[in-house]
């Protein structure tokens, strides 16, 4: 689902203006393939691998005139691999490792500069100009009892903007490097659980050059060296779930009980 507004700044150097901004929604579906595997090295030690190709999704009609590719707007491809290893027998660290190539998206991954007349939207038109990014967490999980299991964990990521590409990061400046989170399960029937957890993105800052688009005297936009920009984010996000286990041999699409 996207939706775009306030980018109509951007009008001279679409290929399409009429499908650029203010459209409301627009949904694209697609897919992928995804394979993984998990190695129990011992009782207590266990190892995780898996890879994504590109989830290949349907053209942005509604947006062909900003994204990069005629409005495609594929989901990158990642790498993932982690351990596991229990400390106790109720208590379990985790580690993991994940690359993700934003590069290999027109849309993420084209030079955002220099802009130039009516080449938005095009194949090699400008994108985001995001690198790709290398992530690690931790995390722990307690099985306090039977009934209720806490986890708590920390993630970081490497920042996929250049400094020289903050003037159109702006419409998505992705840059929140440090997340804490803190969640639980609390299984309260023997086949029903909820989940819940809240996860923080720090506050983080970026400082890049301002790029002046094609102007007269401008023939292929320049740097101005007299003014920087600085995209900031920081946000929060809140998952309550509901979880149903059906027991050996029941083969009824509707719980009969919870």
């Given at each position: 689902m996207f939706n775009l507004q306030g980018a109509g700044v951007f009008l001279?150097?679409?290929?399409?203006?009429?499908?650029?901004?203010?459209?409301?929604?627009?949904?694209?579906?697609?897919?992928?393939?995804?394979?993984?595997?998990t190695w129990g090295v011992t009782d207590r030690f266990r190892l995780g691998?898996?890879?994504?190709?590109?989830?290949?999704?349907?053209?942005?009609?509604?947006?062909?005139?900003?994204?990069?590719?005629?409005?495609?707007?594929?989901?990158?491809?990642?790498?993932?691999?982690?351990?596991?290893?229990?400390?106790?027998?109720?208590?379990?660290?985790?580690?993991?490792?994940?690359?993700?190539?934003?590069?290999?998206?027109?849309?993420?991954?084209?030079?955002?500069?220099?802009?130039?007349?009516?080449?938005?939207?095009?194949?090699?038109?400008?994108?985001?100009?995001?690198?790709?990014?290398?992530?690690?967490?931790?995390?722990?999980?307690?099985?306090?009892?039977?009934?209720?299991?806490?986890?708590?964990?920390?993630?970081?990521?490497?920042?996929?903007?250049?400094?020289?590409?903050?003037?159109?990061?702006?419409?998505?400046?992705?840059?929140?490097?440090?997340?804490?989170?803190?969640?639980?399960?609390?299984?309260?029937?023997?086949?029903?659980?909820?989940?819940?957890?809240?996860?923080?993105?720090?506050?983080?800052?970026?400082?890049?050059?301002?790029?002046?688009?094609?102007?007269?005297?401008?023939?292929?936009?320049?740097?101005?060296?007299?003014?920087?920009?600085?995209?900031?984010?920081?946000?929060?996000?809140?998952?309550?779930?509901?979880?149903?286990?059906?027991?050996?041999?029941?083969?009824?699409?509707?719980?009969?009980?919870?």
């Amino acid at each position: 689902m996207f939706n775009l507004q306030g980018a109509g700044v951007f009008l001279p150097y679409s290929t399409d203006p009429n499908r650029l901004s203010d459209m409301g929604y627009d949904w694209s579906w697609g897919g992928g393939a995804r394979v993984g595997a998990t190695w129990g090295v011992t009782d207590r030690f266990r190892l995780g691998f898996s890879a994504a190709s590109p989830m290949w999704m349907t053209r942005l009609e509604k947006y062909r005139g900003i994204l990069a590719d005629y409005g495609r707007f594929d989901i990158p491809a990642n790498l993932q691999a982690g351990a596991a290893y229990d400390l106790l027998p109720n208590l379990t660290v985790m580690a993991d490792w994940r690359h993700i190539f934003y590069s290999a998206v027109a849309a993420l991954g084209n030079p955002s500069n220099p802009l130039q007349y009516k080449t938005m939207g095009t194949a090699s038109g400008p994108g985001f100009d995001w690198t790709d990014t290398d992530s690690g967490s931790v995390g722990v999980e307690w099985r306090y009892s039977p009934a209720l299991t806490l986890r708590s964990g920390y993630h970081y990521t490497t920042n996929p903007l250049r400094w020289r590409s903050v003037t159109v990061n702006v419409l998505a400046p992705v840059i929140n490097r440090h997340h804490a989170s803190a969640g639980a399960n609390w299984a309260f029937t023997e086949h029903s659980s909820i989940d819940f957890a809240f996860v923080y993105a720090f506050k983080n800052s970026f400082t890049g050059v301002e790029w002046i688009p094609q102007q007269p005297g401008l023939p292929f936009g320049a740097a101005n060296p007299r003014a920087t920009i600085t995209p900031w984010v920081q946000g929060w996000e809140l998952t309550l779930g509901y979880n149903y286990k059906w027991s050996k041999g029941d083969e009824s699409l509707i719980p009969a009980r919870l």
